[in-house]
């Protein structure tokens, strides 16, 4: 069984190098997934970390898992013929779901569903630009209108603030896309190791979006209203790369805290989840 593990691990990842290749390309250029190159290392950690104590040799196959397996190759054949790698990369997760069903059965898919499952993070996908503009819209809007309420005389033109003396445009790197697609994927990992019922797990995991949002925009309203008292200068250059680290730390920790009033806790290999 161990030789055939290896032969599948070599044949996928010369059927999907072009799709790697482009993943790869896409975590070094592009800002939003900069973080992609670490999900894959998560995910094997977490891989081995559910299944270390499991005997291959034990397996028990699943012969459904030839579903999701011929899914995910109809995606992949779909994609490489349309030139769209998004549903190449897809389809590898349908096709390591089939794999592992087909061949070690329902037992060892449980153990390995949220490491399969966590790769999404690692995926671009093709509504980024659409969303990045709402939230650019968001930001500039509220922003704007928490300033307002502060007393800080600014003008709104779209995704641009204008102050008495300078103006600040909320581009793709202010738009909050960074924080949202990092947030979510670290309190996936959080969320998981939780023992709590999956309603309040699915919960928490939603209300990091609107905290994400939310925290973007504190990180704007900051940086101009700091503009506004010290200058451009103290505002760019002491705050502005300081300022989304720091509240990506805050965010998670108002995560923590609102897991702890929900009455979670951190479980053992993934925490538990209760029906009710």
């Avoid at 549903?87 to 997760?93: E, G, M, P, R």
């Avoid at 060892?108 to 966590?118: A, K, Q, Y």
């Avoid at 250059?237 to 990506?248: N, Q, R």
Wanted: with cysteine; net charge positive.
């Amino acid at each position: 069984m161990k030789k055939i593990t290896i032969l599948l691990a070599i044949l996928l990842s010369l059927l999907y190098l072009r799709t790697f290749i482009w993943l790869a390309n896409t975590w070094l250029t592009d800002p939003v997934y900069s973080h992609g190159i670490l999900i894959p290392v998560i995910s094997l950690f977490l891989a081995w970390r559910n299944v270390r104590e499991k005997d291959i040799r034990d397996a028990d196959p699943f012969k459904l898992g030839i579903i999701p397996l011929t899914f995910g190759i109809l995606l992949y054949i779909i994609g490489a013929i349309t030139i769209f790698p998004f549903l190449s990369a897809i389809s590898f997760l349908f096709v390591l779901c089939g794999l592992i069903l087909y061949l070690y059965g329902k037992e060892m898919m449980r153990s390995l569903l949220f490491p399969v499952l966590f790769l999404i993070f690692a995926i671009p996908i093709p509504v980024v630009p659409a969303i990045t503009s709402i939230l650019q819209s968001i930001s500039s809007r509220y922003s704007a209108l928490t300033l307002e309420m502060l007393g800080v005389a600014v003008v709104r033109t779209g995704s641009e603030i204008q102050l008495k003396d300078c103006s600040f445009s909320i581009g793709m790197p202010c738009s909050g896309m960074n924080t949202l697609i990092s947030l979510l994927a670290v309190s996936a990992i959080f969320i998981y190791l939780l023992k709590c019922p999956l309603l309040k797990k699915a919960a928490l995991f939603c209300i990091t979006i609107p905290v994400a949002i939310v925290a973007n925009i504190i990180r704007v309203t900051s940086i101009i209203l700091i503009a506004d008292h010290y200058g451009v200068e103290v505002a760019m250059k002491l705050f502005h790369d300081f300022s989304s680290p720091f509240l990506f730390i805050i965010a998670f920790i108002f995560l923590i805290i609102l897991s702890k009033l929900m009455r979670c806790r951190i479980g053992g290999k993934g925490g538990q989840d209760e029906i009710l």
